[in-house]
């Protein structure tokens, strides 16, 4: 049987088409192209995955297949593993090459991909990956890493002309029979709570950021409620491509020298740089997902307590800020960097857990990005060599980025009645003030599950005797 000759662009955490190196590559070939994802079973039951996490995929995907309808092609959509759907187009098509980019994803990928590169070399199939972002693979020393990520973002981008690219599509039938079970409505049907997947968006939060709401970026980033809206929200495109790193450093240092606050600017550029930096990390240590930096701490054993970790995750733990942090980050899948910071913080120093009962988080982060997860978690639990150990206070964070309590009241509404002066510790209320505010603590918000000071305090006594005595208390 004649087999057609053709090149598959894969697409994983790139879903855009503008500055897609392996669309643009995949042009060059002009050799007919076939676009596909894959939604593997195995990935999508990892315990980092979340629903959330694939609903902004598929509205991704949706989008770009409106555009590339003028195109007369599609990106197919699979619901299987990634070695079942390439043994099928195997025996269907000759494969000359792959092209994709490289991904820095938790163990499970990694796996998939090492086992990828077995099945390409077998059957003489060509996997040209792409550097993504300004992480480089196989990178010896950190020492000129910062000039070569300055020089990646600052290189010419690369668009494939979609006029010039010789798509072909499955036949119907076939991709019928082939593509697994159709994808769950919770996936295809839209959660207005949050941010909405897509190319589109991704250029229209850019745009707006940078015309309008950097302004107050750097005052108003470690506020919960506040950064909701002076923050640039690029988190999420950025975490699943539906932008580049590079178009978003360009445009923003486009627009730099005509901005009304440079230092804005600036700062954010910088965190687009630490971005990567940790990434990097990872990419060159990938340990770093089970194992803690600093082997000196695997000697502490944190007993797990279900039930402390339970009302952490659903915002029952009698600490407002915390609770109103877990509340909105369930139900948005946002949370601001500082607050992501603190409930991390409270988990692990407070409540006295293991960093590595954190996949919850993973799960409701909408921008979840492994490169920058574990390495985060483990700055946060004190379990690195060289950080310093920040254990942050939640009455104290909450008294100085939520002052008035707006953040507190709009996510636990049982307190909506309490004053300012007492909505960072309601447990102080007197019998007479929780009639009076209408909380009857105990009954309609718990009391603290633990003593914030003295749990504060023997964690950090604790932990810092795996180092040297430089304290440090946010």
């Not at 099945?119 to 020393?141: A, C, D, M, P």
Request: include cysteine; charge should be positive; charged fraction near 25%.
């Amino acid at each position: 049987m004649f087999k057609e000759k053709i090149n598959i662009v894969w697409f994983k955490r790139d879903l855009r088409l503008v500055d897609q190196e392996p669309l643009y590559y995949a042009q060059q070939a002009n050799l007919p192209t076939l676009l596909i994802y894959l939604f593997e079973p195995s990935v999508m039951a990892y315990a980092d995955s979340d629903v959330r996490h694939w609903r902004f995929v598929y509205e991704s995907i949706k989008e770009l297949n409106e555009k590339l309808k003028a195109y007369h092609t599609q990106i197919h959509i699979f619901q299987e593993e990634a070695g079942v759907v390439f043994e099928k187009l195997v025996s269907f098509y000759t494969i000359d090459t792959v092209y994709s980019y490289e991904e820095t994803g938790n163990q499970l990928t990694y796996a998939r991909d090492e086992a990828m590169a077995v099945f390409f070399k077998k059957n003489n199939i060509k996997w040209l990956e792409q550097q993504q972002n300004g992480v480089f693979r196989g990178l010896k020393s950190k020492k000129d890493w910062s000039e070569r990520w300055e020089n990646k973002m600052r290189s010419d981008s690369k668009t494939a002309d979609l006029n010039l690219l010789p798509f072909t599509k499955l036949p119907i039938e076939w991709y019928e029979q082939h593509k697994g079970a159709n994808l769950t409505e919770n996936i295809t049907k839209h959660n207005p709570n949050f941010q909405q997947g897509g190319e589109h968006w991704a250029w229209r939060y850019l745009q707006n950021f940078i015309e309008e709401r950097y302004i107050n970026y750097s005052k108003h980033i470690s506020s919960p409620l506040l950064s909701r809206k002076s923050c640039s929200r690029l988190s999420p495109y950025i975490s699943y491509g539906n932008i580049s790193m590079r178009m978003v450093y360009q445009y923003t240092m486009l627009n730099y020298d005509r901005s009304k606050n440079k230092r804005a600017l600036a700062n954010f550029v910088s965190r687009l740089h630490w971005h990567c930096h940790f990434i990097q990390k990872f990419e060159s240590n990938c340990n770093i997902e089970f194992q803690n930096i600093n082997g000196a701490y695997d000697a502490l054993v944190k007993p797990k307590n279900d039930v402390f970790i339970l009302a952490w995750q659903t915002g029952k733990t009698g600490v407002p800020i915390v609770d109103a942090c877990m509340r909105c980050l369930v139900e948005t899948g946002y949370l601001n960097f500082r607050m992501r910071a603190m409930v991390v913080s409270f988990f692990c120093f407070n409540l006295w857990q293991d960093w590595r009962e954190l996949h919850f988080l993973a799960r409701q982060f909408l921008d979840y990005e492994p490169g920058i997860h574990y390495p985060q978690l483990q700055m946060q639990s004190g379990t690195t060599v060289h950080n310093t150990i920040r254990i942050y206070n939640a009455v104290k964070n909450s008294e100085a980025y939520d002052y008035d309590g707006l953040f507190i009241k709009k996510w636990l509404p049982e307190l909506r009645n309490i004053p300012a002066q007492f909505i960072h510790e309601p447990h102080k209320l007197s019998l007479i003030e929780q009639q009076l505010y209408q909380c009857e603590l105990g009954k309609d918000y718990p009391y603290p599950i633990v003593d914030i000071e003295a749990t504060r305090k023997e964690a950090s006594d604790i932990v810092w005797s795996f180092r040297k005595p430089q304290h440090s208390n946010n």
